[in-house]
């Protein structure tokens, strides 16, 4: 299984980017599907997640409000981020929940995916 996490970039802040991560079969159509971040010299930490109906969601504090997390009938799954600031500059990776719903855990984790950097100037 791979999955793929495309869309970084660099970007001013205050602006916008779309996120998307798709996976190389169907394992993630009956998993949650979360977004997890790593600044340089930060661990890893829980950005957004999904349910496997897309019902459910779940956002870490500082992004609620900015960022949009849904899934289409593919099992794509993306991230929408808006008013983008500097503190949002990290490696952004999907992940595939071992159950159906979203997970805050590393530990709760079956697959990730290839990161992708995204980059907010101030």
């Known amino acids: 299984v791979q999955l793929q996490a495309s869309g970084g970039g660099l970007v001013q802040e205050g602006g916008s980017l779309r996120l998307s991560c798709t996976a190389s079969?169907?394992?993630?159509?009956?998993?949650?599907v979360n977004w997890f971040r790593q600044s340089l010299g930060k661990e890893r930490e829980f950005v957004a997640g999904?349910?496997?109906?897309?019902?459910?969601t779940d956002y870490e504090d500082s992004v609620k409000g900015r960022f949009t997390i849904s899934r289409d009938a593919k099992n794509t799954v993306f991230l929408e981020m808006n008013n983008l600031k500097p503190e949002d500059t990290a490696v952004y990776y999907c992940?595939?929940?071992?159950?159906?719903?979203?997970?805050?855990?590393?530990?709760?984790?079956?697959?990730w995916g290839r990161g992708t950097l995204v980059t907010v100037s101030s």
């Open positions: 992940a595939v929940s071992r159950s159906s719903m979203a997970t805050r855990s590393s530990t709760g984790i079956a697959y």
């Open positions: 079969r169907r394992t993630s159509s009956n998993n949650g």
């Open positions: 999904i349910s496997w109906r897309g019902g459910i």
